[in-house]
């Protein structure tokens, strides 16, 4: 026991209760803002479909209608947690965890400003990739567990649809990678800082349309919702799910949003950073701190799926999987093409 007490006060033990310390105060931060943006993303939505159709929108639940999504969050939290009687429950209840964590975990590695980051890992993006593939097990155990066919076909749906587009994602990101020549965010979003437009969207535009249209379809949305698609198959691979674990699946979908739109402001916008000539052009912005130009460029990415979902209509499957395999793998094979043969070249005339 007195060794114990001697090991517990040794300077490099309390120093190691202080590292672990301060990184469950930023893993609750980060998970407890996360949340609170989810939230209220839902309630944005709901006002931005809402102006595009001419409706109000929310408004009844507190001022302007900002309690909304906590009502929604305290019914689904009340409300009860029906499981079909053939269900295959451990894989029932497993299935919503999987995802939600999955998506949560995610989190750990985004760098929203300089120096803050759970985890700042020299496998940052390829982590990210990763952890969205094993959201995907979640969906499928979801659809197969439920003894539901409208569960199983999107569960079905869901796994060949993220096959297909988290090809797409990673090979978007390869001519990042090749222009910053790391895997690390933080460098990256360094690596564009110090590049002459200020951010990679510019030159690998290529790579950025198929990110974007590809995040699409790896977070389910319009015009890919392919595994949900309401009036094919109700709700797709949660139809049975209701109450606390509807609203895991409802948390996971919306924090996915909210990671590729962080992926997207990481590699392609600059992350916190803004371009060099618009600070020397306009020096009050380089004041603005960094955390201000990291929402701004992951909320208008967020608009932009309130948007395309009140725009478009849903495609049909064989268009969704023609889409990814013959338009989006060829544009960002072809993307790293043009990026290796220019890297080769400025360095051959150096």
């Keep these: 026991m007195e060794k114990f007490f001697e090991t517990i006060v040794a300077p490099g033990a309390v120093d190691f209760m202080l590292y672990i310390g301060v990184i ?8 407890v803002i996360a949340l609170l943006h989810v939230a209220f993303a839902t309630y944005f939505e709901r006002k931005v479909m809402a102006r595009m159709q001419l409706r109000i929108g929310p408004r009844e639940v507190g001022p302007f209608g900002l309690l909304q999504p906590f009502a929604d969050g305290i019914k689904l939290f009340f409300k009860e947690d029906i499981i079909p009687a053939n269900a295959d429950k451990p894989i029932f209840y497993l299935a919503p965890i999987i995802f939600f964590a999955s998506a949560l975990t995610s989190l750990s590695v985004l760098p929203f400003f300089s120096g803050f980051v759970v985890a700042d890992i020299n496998i940052g993006l390829l982590f990210l990739l990763a952890m969205s593939s094993l959201g995907a097990y979640g969906i499928m155990m979801a659809g197969w567990a439920s003894d539901s066919k409208f569960a199983f076909l999107g569960g079905l749906r869901s796994a060949s ?173 072809a993307n790293i093409v043009l990026t290796g043969l220019v890297k080769s070249l400025s360095k051959g005339l150096q």
Excluded at 24 to 31: D, G, P, R, S, W
Aim: net charge negative.
């Design 161 to 333: 649809q993220i096959i297909s587009y988290e090809i797409a994602i990673g090979l978007s990101l390869v001519g990042v990678i090749i222009m910053a020549g790391s895997l690390n965010l933080s460098d990256i979003v360094i690596a564009q800082h110090n590049y002459p437009t200020g951010m990679f969207a510019i030159p690998q535009f290529l790579g950025f349309a198929v990110f974007l249209v590809a995040a699409l379809a790896e977070t389910n949305r319009l015009p890919f919702d392919l595994p949900e698609a309401e009036s094919e198959l109700v709700a797709g691979y949660f139809t049975e799910y209701s109450g606390f674990r509807f609203a895991m699946f409802f948390l996971g979908e919306y924090t996915g949003m909210l990671i590729m739109s962080s992926i997207a402001t990481l590699c392609f916008l600059g992350g916190w950073t803004i371009p060099a000539f618009i600070t020397n052009f306009l020096p009050f912005l380089s004041y603005v701190p960094g955390i201000v130009w990291f929402l701004a460029k992951v909320y208008f990415l967020m608009f932009c799926y309130y948007w395309v979902r009140s725009t478009f209509p849903r495609y049909r499957y064989d268009q969704l999987m023609a889409i990814g395999w013959k338009v989006l793998i060829p544009l960002a094979l």
């Design 24 to 31: 469950l105060l930023k893993v609750i931060v980060v998970v």
